[in-house]
């Protein structure tokens, strides 16, 4: 049974850094574009970044671009999110999700998600 774990959340300032990790168990990644997602409170889930392993890294949303990328550990079946220069309206709760084939910034062409991990950026 394919799932995703997700990991690395937490409060951070201003300006700082963190990043989340998505393990995943049950599948190969080789065959699976991994997107990160995110829910803010009172908003909608929205696209942020995603990869696939033919492809690399697609960017789903402007107000990330030069902060956010993303990564893949073969050998620990895990995709990273190294989040910098974090405002505080990058607070959500970040996804991982699992979608056959290409990316897509829209989360609900995803199959497979993880529970989420709070990211809180505040001074």
């Known amino acids: 049974q394919p799932q995703l774990a997700e990991s690395g959340g937490g409060l951070v300032q201003p300006g700082g850094s963190l990043r989340l990790s998505c393990a995943a168990s049950?599948?190969?990644?080789?065959?699976?574009?991994i997107g990160w997602c995110r829910q803010a409170p009172g908003k909608e889930r929205e696209g942020v970044l995603c990869?696939?392993?033919?492809?690399?890294?697609?960017n789903h949303a402007d107000s990330v671009k030069g902060r956010f990328t993303v990564s893949r550990d073969n050998a620990k079946n895990t995709v990273y999110l190294q989040m910098n220069s974090l405002k505080p309206e990058d607070t959500a709760i970040y996804y991982c999700?699992?979608?056959?084939?290409?990316?897509?910034?829209?989360?609900?062409?995803?199959?497979?998600w993880g529970q989420g991990t709070q990211v809180t950026v505040s001074s």
């Open positions: 999700a699992r979608k056959s084939y290409y990316c897509s910034g829209n989360p609900r062409e995803y199959d497979t």
């Open positions: 049950g599948f190969t990644l080789d065959y699976y574009a």
């Open positions: 990869f696939r392993s033919s492809a690399g890294s697609t």
